[in-house]
């Protein structure tokens, strides 16, 4: 199984061009028997995983049982948030357990935060190349 | 206007003039390429979490639990 997957930043806003460049990635989410295939945004600076509500309806998650409130910064502050885990894929790197904060709000990206989406994998940076890569954490932590 | 007319009369400006008249035709330039940057007055929306720290914990909380259990 492969331990490094390299992606492009992508175009964000064709208005914008080159500015727009933001690191996102295609990641395969399950829960249960339902998976979807979605671009995320790898976010150093958000100390959260955030699911968008269609993305949670759309694996067949349920609000109402998900009874972990958590309470969001930002533009997520007025909406409400609960704690919901899924599995994820990222190409051929082993799968991994993700929890999420699943928001009401649907005008956000599917977001990889600190926790957990960085404490599972490795990511290395490569803005002057357009390039970064995702790497399966290191099995001997610092 | 010439070139050598358009400079003498930038000069003449002060320089807060000078620093937008620049930023002007730096966005002006910018935008024509398709590379524009941030416009003055539009709002661009965050959705990043910063410093939701209490969120964090508790959903690793829930983590830890859902290890657990499985």
Redesign the interface.
């Given at each position: 199984m492969a331990q490094a997957e390299e992606f492009p930043f992508i175009v964000a806003d064709?208005?914008?061009?080159?500015?727009s460049r933001l690191p996102y990635m295609p990641i395969t989410l399950q829960l249960q028997q339902r998976s979807v295939s979605v671009s995320a945004l790898l976010?150093t600076?958000?100390?959260?995983?955030?699911l968008p509500y269609d993305a949670g309806l759309r694996l067949g998650a349920v609000w109402e049982r998900q009874t972990?409130e958590?309470?969001?910064?930002?533009?997520?502050a007025n909406e409400p948030?609960r704690?919901l885990?899924l599995m994820g894929s990222i190409g051929n790197l082993p799968s991994v357990?993700l929890?999420?904060?699943w928001t009401r709000?649907a005008?956000?990206?599917v977001?990889l935060?600190?926790?957990?989406f960085f404490m599972e994998f490795d990511v290395c940076f490569y803005r002057s190349r357009f390039l970064f890569e995702v790497n399966a954490k290191s099995v001997t932590q610092v | 206007m010439s070139l050598t007319e358009l400079l003498d009369t930038a000069r003449t400006m002060c320089r807060a003039d000078r620093i937008r008249l620049v930023q002007c035709l730096v966005d002006d330039l910018a935008r024509e390429?398709?590379?524009?940057?941030l416009e003055d007055g539009h709002a661009y929306?965050?959705?990043?979490?910063?410093?939701?720290?209490?969120?964090?914990a508790?959903?690793?909380a829930?983590?830890g639990k859902?290890?657990t259990e499985t």
């Open positions: 064709p208005a914008f061009g080159e500015v976010d600076g958000s100390a959260v995983n955030v972990t958590v309470h969001l910064t930002g533009n997520l948030a704690v885990t357990r929890v999420f904060a709000a005008a956000v990206p977001i935060g600190q926790v957990n | 390429e398709g590379i524009s940057s929306p965050i959705s990043t979490p910063l410093h939701a720290f209490d969120a964090a508790t959903m690793l829930a983590l859902t290890n």
